[in-house]
Every structure is written in structure tokens, then in C-alpha cells.
């Protein structure tokens, strides 16, 4: 029997994990969420138990409605089970909660994932450990990057034809409370791998996306598009619209997530860019254009002045992933969004 631990196990990502390891009836899994995701984003969301409520259908999934905070909380669970792997997606997700409520988003993000490695550090078990983190903790460098301007995007030129790589500069760059308190958390997976020998994975996400999202402005655009494009709501677009960003469907990034833990034994601990790629990309104007065309309608978008910081292009290069982990995106975007446009239909009377 293998025992699997996923922070986070309520939100989107989380959810779709514990499913993927739920679904195989060798595996026990436990999830650990405080369900703040309503109160972090500052929404009064109705929909922010819907995951959490969906995974009771599974029954080798164990549900802890705690917070990671808790240290001795995580100390005690740990030191009672043998724990083979976890993956940690539990954190403030917002780059604008960040700016304004900063102390929440540093306990969450860094006090939280330093309490998840320490116990384990102190804990009989030696799970492999899958750290969620950020294209943020590049920060305003990306910025920095030559780009030129298209027609609906805007596009690196050839330095960087292949994305941003794990190699590229952190420093001396504006991160937003959110990069700054993620990139915290990325440095301290990798010294716990570096000096005590866990097994530690971080993985610098792009845009992933899928079903069961409920994105927002703030956080999840395309399934925030979707949803507001299905449901005639009127889309604001900060910019010019020609912001890129690579495309990874959730269920090609739990594949990334279980080939790093398979494989911890002999990674032992490593950084990845993680995304789609520069073969799964969209502006936010072609998005717009695909929804208009299968929706078959006009969708109703208005612009704003640019937000502080916003990446007018990134795209990461998963050239590392690719190799070390022997993996590929599988879903492009064209059929991701497709999944994501028929399962919001199906599930329109839960918005």
C-alpha cells in the first residue's frame, strides 16, 4: 500500500492529484486543507467547497481540515503514518491578495512549507515531496527579456526561442509579495534536499488549467474566461490582451508530479521549469478568438491600464523536464479549453 499526501487537497490542482492517486485502489491517500480558499481571495465563493465535497465518492481518501500553519499538527500526523510521497499545492495563489494582506500570504506560503518539510525532516518517513511553485519567483526580470510585438501576442526573440529555463536570474528584480514569499519557499525545498537529503521536486508552474477551476480575475484565467464567456459575463483584460503565456493541462502536470516521484530515488532533488511549453502557448486575445468561435458568439471584454509587474510574455522551457523526467505535455490547448468549455456547460447550475 502506498500513502499519499496532498496539501491543498480542496483546490483545483490538489484535488485532481488525489484523485489521479485515489483512482488506483493500491493507494491510500490523505489530504490536509483548511478550506480558506474563500478567504484568501477575498470572494465570497460558493463554490470553494465543490472540490473538497467531490472527493468524498473515494473511499481510500482520509480528509484532515487543518491548517499546515499548525506545526505540531503536521509533526504528529507524520510521525504516525510512513508517508511515500506528497504534494504540496497548499498556498495563497494570488499575486493582488499578496499586495494586500501580505502577512497571510507569507504564512501561508513560506511559514507552511517550511512546517511541511521540517516535520518530515523529524518525521521515520523519507517521502518524495513535490513542491508547487511559481514562474513568479523570476519576477520582473522576465520583463527584461527582448520581445516583439505581433499581431495578437507578443513573442521572445531568438535569445530566449525556447522559454525561460531553471538557469535564469531571480535576482535584484521586483517579485510581488506572492514571488517573493513562493520564491522563499522554492530556496527552502532545495536546501532541504541539499542538506538534509529529501526528496524534493520544485516545479516553477506556468498556467495550468482544467476542469473542476473556478478561476477568478486574480487567480486562473483561462477557466476564468471560460466560465465568464459561457455565462455572459463581461471579461476585463488589464493591457493590451497580447500577454502570452504557455498552456498545461492539470492531468499532463500530475504526470510530471508521479515521473519526479517514481523516479525521486535516483533525482534525488531538483528544480523544473513547468509548463506547457513553447509548443502550448495563447495570448489572451487568441483565447478570446478561439472562445468566440466555438461558443459561436461575441464575448464581452473590456480594457484596462496594466497591472504592476504583469509578464508581458512567459513561456517556460521544459527542455530540462523533458529529459530528466522522460516526459511531454500531452493535451494541447486547443484541446484542453474544449474539455474545460464541456465541462462547464454540464456544469453550469454550480456557478
Known amino acids: ?9 480542496g483546490g483545483f490542482i490538489g484535488s485532481h492529484v488525489a484523485e489521479h492517486y ?14 480558506s480558499r474563500a478567504k484568501l481571495l477575498h470572494k465570497d465563493d460558493k463554490n470553494a467547497m465543490y472540490n473538497w465535497n467531490y472527493l468524498h465518492q473515494y473511499k481510500n481518501i482520509e480528509f484532515f481540515q487543518n491548517d499546515i500553519r499548525d506545526f505540531n499538527f503536521l509533526k504528529n500526523l507524520f510521525n504516525k503514518i510512513e508517508i511515500d510521497a506528497i504534494i504540496h ?4 495563489t494570488a499575486v493582488t491578495t499578496s499586495v494586500t494582506d501580505p502577512k497571510e500570504d507569507f504564512e501561508n506560503n513560506l511559514i507552511g512549507t517550511y512546517n511541511i518539510l521540517e516535520a518530515v525532516r523529524i518525521s521515520k518517513s523519507n517521502p518524495a515531496i513535490v ?11 522576465v520583463n527584461n527579456c527582448n520581445i516583439e510585438e505581433k499581431e495578437t501576442r507578443y513573442v521572445f526573440t531568438s535569445e530566449y526561442k525556447n522559454g525561460i529555463s531553471e538557469k535564469f536570474s ?21 536546501e532541504y534536499g541539499h542538506i538534509y537529503g529529501l526528496k524534493t521536486g520544485v516545479f516553477r508552474m506556468s498556467c495550468i488549467y482544467g476542469t473542476r477551476q473556478f478561476g477568478f480575475e486574480d487567480q ?24 502570452v503565456r504557455d498552456l498545461l493541462y492539470v492531468s499532463d502536470l500530475i504526470d510530471a508530479n508521479d515521473k519526479f516521484i517514481k523516479n525521486s530515488q535516483k533525482l534525488k532533488h531538483d528544480v523544473f521549469c513547468m509548463g506547457g511549453g513553447k509548443e502550448n ?10 472562445l468566440k468561435n466555438k461558443l459561436d458568439k461575441k464575448i464581452n471584454i473590456e480594457f484596462f491600464d496594466w497591472r504592476p509587474s504583469d509578464q508581458k510574455v512567459y513561456i517556460s522551457d521544459i527542455s530540462k523536464a ?10 494541447n490547448p486547443q484541446e484542453g479549453i474544449e474539455k474545460l468549455i464541456n465541462w462547464t456547460k454540464k456544469n453550469k447550475k454550480i456557478f
Not at 485515489?22 to 478550506?35: C, F, G, H, S, T
Not at 523533458?322 to 493535451?331: E, T, Y
Open 1 to 9: 500500500m502506498t500513502l499519499i499526501v496532498v496539501t491543498g487537497g
Open 22 to 35: 485515489a483512482k488506483q485502489k493500491e493507494n491510500e491517500v490523505i489530504i490536509i486543507d483548511n478550506l
Open 89 to 92: 499545492t497548499a498556498g495563497q
Open 131 to 141: 513542491f508547487c511553485s511559481t514562474n513568479k519567483v523570476f519576477g520582473d526580470n
Open 170 to 190: 531571480t535576482d535584484l528584480c521586483e517579485h510581488t509579495p506572492y514571488g517573493a514569499s513562493k520564491f522563499c519557499a522554492d530556496v527552502y525545498a532545495q
Open 220 to 243: 486562473g484565467w483561462v477557466a476564468h474566461f471560460v466560465i465568464s464567456a459561457i455565462l455572459n459575463k463581461k471579461i476585463n483584460i488589464y493591457g493590451d490582451g497580447k500577454q
Open 281 to 290: 502557448t495563447l495570448s489572451l486575445l487568441e483565447l478570446i478568438s478561439i
Open 322 to 331: 523533458k529529459q530528466k523526467l522522460n516526459w511531454n505535455p500531452k493535451i
